[in-house]
């Protein structure tokens, strides 16, 4: 009776997350931004995203009202290592994401030092890599916007 009711739990578990899986957009292999869809405005879409960012701990670094631009400070991608930050622009029913990224690791090798600088935040390498984690910060953030979601 004990198996049955395993079963039953996960029979049950599967139809709770299968609708989810079902229409979740897969996210292509060199993906750089994130578009947002809706029917704001462009100023209402710029004040949406300063609300969200200070709602989710990120802090600005500059923002533009008349071009409807807005830049986070760098944040932390995990405890360890990596660093990013977010650009958006805003527009008439979408918002733009995109952002920058880097390691934070500094090599020395034979006296010769390689510093680490930003790149745009890619779709790329394996699951659980930095470059991914940062890409999945940028697409969480994203989420809380409630709106259509597109890749590219």
């Known amino acids: 009776m004990y198996l049955q009711a395993g079963k039953i739990k996960l029979f049950l578990l599967t139809l ?21 869809n809706n029917e704001l ?3 209402d879409n ?16 500059a923002k533009d009202t008349e071009l409807f631009t807005v830049k986070t400070q760098p944040k932390k991608v995990n405890k360890w290592t990596g660093l990013y930050f977010l650009n958006i622009r805003t527009m ?6 995109s952002g920058m990224f880097k390691t934070g690791i500094d090599i020395t090798l034979s006296g010769v030092r390689s510093t680490d600088e930003y790149d745009t935040i890619t779709y790329r390498g394996m699951k659980g890599s930095l470059f991914i984690l940062a890409f999945e910060k940028m697409d969480n953030f994203a ?7 597109i890749y590219k």
């Open 16 to 36: 709770l997350f299968f609708p989810v899986g079902l229409f979740a957009q897969d996210i292509p292999k060199g993906a750089t931004k994130i578009i947002i």
């Open 143 to 149: 989420s809380k916007l409630n709106s259509t979601k």
């Open 41 to 43: 405005s462009a100023k």
């Open 46 to 61: 710029f004040d949406l995203i300063v609300k969200t960012l200070l709602d989710n701990d990120y802090f600005i670094d």
């Open 92 to 97: 008439d029913k979408e918002i733009q994401l």
